[in-house]
């Protein structure tokens, strides 16, 4: 096999081409998503869905924006500039099709992000121009055998008699690698345990010989469906010892760096998809009546339609804090992104089901603007599995715990205002910068200085106030049961109360982002964010999940956050926290 070879390609458009607020201007060129004629809008996106296929229309319209541009960082002439960015940039796609946005173009960046954070000068550049020319990029790291445990790989990767390396094995599910014109390939190297018992490959699969590798098409799923998973086999495939992806051995650190930010940003972008499920509900309530199979029970659908607006916006705080603190934090990240990834099932999932019960019978519709409420319903929880799901995120947490109760809780000083300002100026993001685990929790830290500011001027702040020392009291009870216990590790299974805490602590972090957003909301641009009133159902409604003493809230809460519900219906704002204008 030859080494990776750089050919000249036509690129994508130069970033000054582009105007400056990329989000918006994408959001326009997807347009009104319910008109029929409209090639990424939902009639589009569905026909192709039933074909299993993602529609070439729609990828088109991102081919002429140059989407992949996003994906690859300034310096190597692409448009990647910020984590936050790329969010914003993303959710128009997700808030469409959350199969679009993975398969177009999220698997790419997941395979790109290893490159970037490891790579010789040579590869990220071969990437790069291969990455601006339009190409995909695909990942092998599922090991669906093993609950996809990575480490666990059925693909190995020995010296090869004549010099190089000899790959062999399979990995089940790959997604894109048919149409991938770069793949990175994680692989065991060394049959003894530890963390130097993996490494990564960037591979050319064009320049595999056809006689050692072999991709096959694996069935359409109910979710996803429009997805391209691939299984691939290596039988004694040379590959030049160069395409190591870093150093021998340098895989697992690799990958567990690289999740913090693929974790975090697709646990981030697919509350777009939620945004679209309460948009739908709010418009058969408005729009359909009774003998169109709507519920008939208005108070009812009120009290939904505003329970899941919070859960969105309280999800949504933990994910845009967790992203801007990839710059901000970035050593505190590995807890932060799998706290987030963690939650999305217990939250979002829920939270659409519950929106289904205001569709009614309409929540077989196939069709249209409706229509699209089934897809995201089949497409979101299998987001929420990928290849890191919520075992392997409370994983990440379980060995840290004993070290941020010892160390951190009730002593670190807090996190900066600017963390909880959605869309203000970040620095620089640099890769380097992740750590695997650091002994810091500042978020925490930020809910316990928050509770002390409270006043209660008000009967809504009365009961912020109150819930916010019930998240602080839960957050102290953590401290000392975590303390109370043996430390995990050595061998030992890990016990199953490590595991009900961890998702207790889940919870108390996004209390803590709540509390966050909204003290350092800016009255001035977006009034509601700073109202009280949704952070205390937020905190009410975290509270009921941790199982804490009920606080009588306010009637007005709930009365608010529905009429905001119907404003950011009429106007045709997101339902997320960076109400953004909508096409339509």
Same mark, same amino acid.
């Given at each position: 096999?030859?080494?990776?070879?750089l050919?000249?390609?036509?690129?994508?458009?130069?970033?000054?081409?582009?105007?400056?607020?990329?989000?918006?201007?994408?959001?326009?060129?997807?347009?009104?998503?319910?008109?029929?004629?409209?090639?990424?809008?939902?009639?589009?996106?569905?026909?192709?869905?039933?074909?299993?296929?993602?529609?070439?229309?729609?990828?088109?319209?991102?081919?002429g924006?140059?989407?992949?541009?996003e994906?690859?960082p300034?310096?190597?002439?692409?448009?990647?500039?910020?984590a936050?960015?790329l969010?914003?940039?993303?959710r128009?796609?997700?808030?469409?099709?959350?199969?679009?946005?993975?398969?177009?173009?999220?698997?790419?960046f997941?395979?790109?992000?290893?490159?970037w954070?490891?790579?010789?000068?040579? $590869?990220?550049?071969?990437l790069?121009?291969?990455?601006?020319?339009g190409?995909?990029?695909?990942?092998?790291?599922?090991?669906?055998?093993?609950?996809?445990?990575?480490?666990?790989?059925q693909?190995a !990767?020995a010296?090869?008699?004549?010099?190089g @390396?000899?790959?062999?094995g399979?990995?089940?599910?790959?997604?894109?690698? +048919?149409?991938?014109?770069?793949?990175?390939?994680?692989?065991?190297?060394?049959?003894?345990?530890?963390?130097?018992? +993996?490494?990564?490959?960037?591979?050319?699969?064009?320049?595999?010989?056809?006689?050692?590798?072999r991709?096959?098409?694996?069935?359409?799923r109910?979710?996803?469906?429009?997805?391209?998973f691939?299984?691939v086999?290596?039988?004694?495939?040379?590959?030049?010892?160069?395409n190591?992806?870093?150093?021998?051995?340098?895989?697992?650190?690799?990958?567990l760096?690289?999740?913090?930010?693929?974790?975090?940003?697709?646990?981030?972008?697919v509350?777009?998809?939620?945004?679209?499920?309460?948009?739908?509900?709010v418009?058969?309530?408005?729009? $359909?009546?009774?003998?169109h199979?709507?519920?008939?029970?208005?108070?009812?659908t !009120?009290?939904?339609?505003a329970?899941?607006?919070?859960?969105?916006?309280?999800?949504?705080?933990?994910?845009?804090v967790?992203?801007?603190?990839?710059? /901000?934090?970035?050593?505190?990240?590995?807890?932060?992104?799998?706290?987030?990834?963690?939650l999305?099932?217990?939250?979002l999932?829920?939270?659409?089901?519950?929106l289904?019960?205001v569709?009614?019978?309409?929540i077989?519709?196939r069709?249209g603007?409706?229509?699209?409420?089934?897809? +995201?319903l089949?497409?979101?929880?299998?987001?929420s599995?990928g290849?890191?799901?919520?075992?392997?995120?409370q994983?990440?947490?379980?060995?840290?715990?004993? @070290?941020?109760?010892?160390?951190?809780?009730?002593?670190?000083?807090?996190?900066?205002?600017a963390?909880?300002?959605?869309?203000a100026?970040?620095?620089?993001?640099?890769?380097e +910068?992740?750590?695997?685990?650091?002994?810091?929790?500042?978020?925490?830290?930020?809910?316990?200085?928050?509770?002390?500011? /409270?006043?209660?001027?008000?009967?809504?702040e $009365?009961?912020?106030?109150?819930?916010?020392?019930?998240?602080?009291?839960? @957050?102290?009870?953590?401290?000392t049961?975590?303390?109370?216990?043996?430390?995990?590790?050595?061998?030992?299974?890990?016990?199953?109360?490590?595991?009900?805490?961890?998702?207790?602590?889940v919870l108390v972090l996004?209390?803590?982002?709540?509390?966050?957003?909204?003290?350092h909301?800016?009255a001035?641009?977006?009034?509601?964010?700073?109202?009280?009133a949704?952070a205390?159902?937020?905190l009410?409604?975290?509270?009921?999940?941790?199982g804490?003493?009920g606080?009588? @809230?306010?009637?007005?809460?709930?009365?608010r956050?529905?009429?905001?519900?119907l404003?950011?219906?009429?106007?045709?704002?997101?339902?997320?926290?960076?109400?953004?204008?909508l096409?339509?």
């Open positions: 096999m030859s080494a990776l070879t050919e000249p390609r036509p690129r994508t458009p130069a970033p000054g081409t582009v105007p400056h607020d990329r989000a918006a201007a994408l959001e326009r060129l997807l347009g009104d998503p319910s008109d029929p004629r409209n090639p990424a809008g939902y009639a589009k996106l569905l026909a192709a869905d039933r074909r299993a296929r993602l529609s070439e229309e729609a990828e088109s319209l991102l081919d924006f140059g989407l992949n541009a994906y690859v300034r310096e190597l002439g692409g448009r990647f500039d910020s936050e960015t969010l914003r940039v993303m128009p796609v997700f808030r469409r099709d959350a199969a679009l946005g993975t398969g177009y173009g999220m698997s790419t997941m395979a790109a992000s290893d490159v954070m490891s790579g010789s000068p040579a $590869q990220r550049t071969w790069a121009e291969l990455l601006l020319s190409s995909k990029a695909a990942i092998a790291q599922h090991e669906t055998a093993h609950t996809n445990d990575f480490v666990r790989s693909v !990767a010296p090869a008699p004549g010099g @390396l000899s790959v062999s399979a990995k089940p599910v790959v997604n894109n690698l +048919h149409r991938a014109d770069a793949l990175v390939l994680f692989c065991r190297t060394d049959d003894r345990p530890g963390s130097g018992s +993996h490494s990564a490959l960037l591979l050319d699969p064009h320049a595999l010989p056809a006689d050692r590798y991709v096959t098409s694996r069935r359409p109910t979710g996803m469906r429009g997805c391209y691939d299984a086999e290596f039988e004694d495939c040379p590959v030049p010892e160069q190591l992806l870093g150093p021998l051995g340098s895989g697992v650190p690799t990958s760096r690289s999740f913090q930010m693929s974790r975090t940003m697709m646990a981030s972008l509350a777009a998809a939620v945004d679209t499920c309460l948009r739908t509900a418009l058969v309530d408005r729009t $359909q009546g009774p003998g199979g709507a519920p008939v029970d208005p108070e009812h !009120a009290t939904t339609l329970n899941a607006f919070v859960n969105l916006l309280f999800y949504d705080c933990l994910a845009v967790a992203t801007r603190a990839l710059h /901000l934090h970035p050593a505190e990240t590995s807890v932060y992104s799998a706290a987030v990834k963690a999305l099932p217990r939250v999932s829920d939270t659409m089901y519950d289904s019960t569709l009614g019978s309409q077989y519709t069709d603007t409706v229509g699209v409420f089934q897809k +995201h089949r497409d979101v929880p299998v987001v599995l290849h890191a799901g919520t075992v392997a995120c994983a990440t947490i379980i060995p840290q715990l004993p @070290l941020l109760a010892a160390r951190s809780w009730f002593r670190e000083p807090p996190a900066s205002g963390l909880f300002r959605p869309g100026p970040l620095p620089p993001f640099d890769y +910068h992740l750590a695997l685990a650091c002994g810091r929790d500042s978020l925490s830290a930020s809910l316990v200085e928050t509770a002390a500011t /409270l006043t209660g001027r008000s009967p809504v $009365q009961a912020l106030r109150e819930l916010a020392g019930q998240m602080v009291d839960e @957050l102290r009870d953590l401290r049961r975590v303390l109370a216990l043996p430390p995990p590790g050595g061998g030992a299974p890990v016990g199953p109360a490590w595991f009900a805490l961890t998702d207790r602590y996004a209390a803590a982002a709540v509390l966050g957003v909204w003290r909301g800016d001035a641009a977006d009034p509601f964010l700073a109202d009280p949704w205390a159902v937020a009410h409604r975290i509270a009921r999940r941790l804490a003493p606080t009588e @809230l306010p009637a007005e809460c709930t009365a956050i529905h009429q905001e519900v404003a950011r219906f009429g106007d045709q704002r997101s339902y997320d926290l960076y109400n953004t204008p096409p339509g």
